[in-house]
């Protein structure tokens, strides 16, 4: 299933390593969804550390991803590909993507996508996928976290971190965090976990 869709999109490049100025803004070809794949029309993407990363030519995209950087995004399904169950054209959905975010059209694997929550915009929606697929595989689908257990947080201010600290939480979990600041420090317990400052004199768990 598929809208009547341009054959060239606009997206942003990354001309050479560097800082914000090298990126740039190009026409590419649309990409078509194969077996398993949506089309998504971009209303918003995340930027993440791969992000920067990719674009100071420290971190090269995978084999076989779009050289278009971007790992998160939301907006509405224009294309479905076969084998597709359960999405449909015109679902608002975010998704986490191996690449092209930063473009106006984006594919995406179906399975990695989620309906956009009804009280959220795309641009808050955009932020979900990279950290909450990321602590929901690792902490809830992979270790199995039951209520009343302890996780240990490293980095308890960053995306990641601050996603697993509040959904721990909210899964009746107790949460011990690493932070490198008091001002760090006093994020995560507002978040509720008990933060152990770590590399500074005042270390300490509360």
């Given at each position: ?99 092209g ?5 984006c ?14 915009s ?85």
């Amino acid at each position: 299933m598929m809208a009547s869709l341009p054959s060239i999109m606009k997206a942003i490049a990354i001309e050479a390593p560097g800082d914000a100025s090298v990126l740039t803004l190009v026409d590419r070809p649309m990409p078509y969804p194969g077996p398993g794949e949506v089309l998504i029309e971009v209303a918003a993407a995340g930027i993440n550390r791969p992000d920067i990363m990719q674009r100071r030519g420290l971190y090269p995209p995978p084999p076989g991803a779009s050289d278009i950087p971007g790992l998160e995004v939301a907006g509405r399904v224009v294309a479905v590909g076969e084998s597709v169950q359960g999405i449909t054209l015109g679902d608002a959905v975010c998704a986490l993507v191996t690449g092209g975010g930063y473009a106006e059209y984006c594919l995406a694997a179906a399975p990695l996508c989620l309906p956009v929550p009804e009280n959220l915009s795309f641009i808050e929606a955009a932020t979900l996928p990279e950290a909450l697929f990321t602590v929901w595989s690792n902490v809830f689908d992979r270790c199995q976290l039951q209520p009343g257990e302890t996780l240990l947080v490293h980095g308890g201010t960053s995306g990641i971190g601050t996603t697993a600290i509040m959904l721990a939480k909210l899964h009746g979990a107790r949460v011990l965090a690493t932070t490198g600041s008091p001002e760090k420090f006093n994020a995560c317990l507002a978040l509720g976990a008990e933060a152990i400052i770590i590399g500074k004199p005042t270390s300490r768990i509360r």
